[in-house]
């Protein structure tokens, strides 16, 4: 594998995780966003998906953004009689966002884009001798 492939390698994944971070900060934004009246739906958590393909130009497999997912857990109710949303027993809807399980994602995507991030900078540092060498 030469050095541009393993740059094209990591550059996809960092697009995928810049794509997977954007997509955690969404959910975390929007962990309180009930409904705005009653019966409707409060913010849904949506789980980024990956897929591998393997491309020929730097002969080795490549990630991508997959179709975005929902998470069809249930909602959390709270006990709110004067919300707008709140239904007739008084319990409001809120999103099926944990905001440790989404922390912990973002943490984990964070430092999956620095490994990726720490490629490029190995290889154009290997680059970089390769080409001071070459000079003499």
């Not at 020929?56 to 857990?73: L, R, T």
Request: net charge negative.
């Amino acid at each position: 594998m030469d050095f541009n492939s393993s740059l094209r390698i990591a550059a996809t994944g960092l697009h995928a995780q810049t794509a997977r971070m954007r997509i955690i900060a969404e959910n975390l934004a929007n962990a309180d966003s009930a409904g705005k009246a009653p019966g409707n739906e409060p913010y849904r958590r949506r789980i980024p998906t990956f897929e591998t393909s393997f491309d020929p130009d730097v002969g080795g497999k490549i990630v991508e953004v997959g179709k975005m997912a929902y998470d069809m857990s249930d909602f959390t109710s709270r006990y709110e009689p004067g919300h707008p949303a709140a239904d007739a027993t008084g319990y409001v809807q809120y999103p099926n966002v944990n905001t440790l399980i989404e922390t912990m994602d973002m943490r984990e995507a964070q430092r999956t884009y620095e490994a990726n991030l720490n490629v490029v900078t190995v290889t154009r540092q290997m680059l970089g001798r390769t080409l001071d060498i070459l000079r003499g």
